[in-house]
């Protein structure tokens, strides 16, 4: 997918997938691909900056974990993240069917 298009929602997509849970940036990067059906296919250097991002907006908190012998940056979603991402589903919905009444 175009990196153009995907200007502006990545981030809510970060979030709806740490929503569902705690996970380290890795693991983050394989749900957006998993749940995209391979659409979502990001570097590193997309969805990391991101996460920094997030996280100094308060809307992600990570810690320090060690999963299967390696030392992980785990990040977990805020109560401001999980308003954030409500905001963000309900700006989509009002966009997904302005879309298509224009395209149908």
């Not at 590193?44 to 809307?59: D, S």
């Not at 308003?83 to 989509?92: I, N, Q, V, Y």
Request: proline share 4%.
């Amino acid at each position: 997918m175009q990196a153009e298009a995907l200007k502006g929602h990545l981030d809510g997509l970060i979030l709806a997938v740490v929503a569902a849970g705690p996970a380290h940036g890795y693991a983050i990067i394989e749900q957006l691909k998993r749940r995209s059906g391979g659409t979502f296919a990001l570097p590193e250097g997309t969805v990391y900056p991101a996460l920094h991002r997030l996280e100094r907006a308060g809307l992600l908190a990570s810690a320090w974990a060690d999963a299967g012998g390696r030392r992980r940056r785990v990040y977990r979603i805020t109560p401001g993240g999980r308003r954030g991402l409500a905001e963000r589903r309900r700006d989509w919905e009002r966009f997904a069917h302005a879309v298509e009444a224009v395209l149908a």
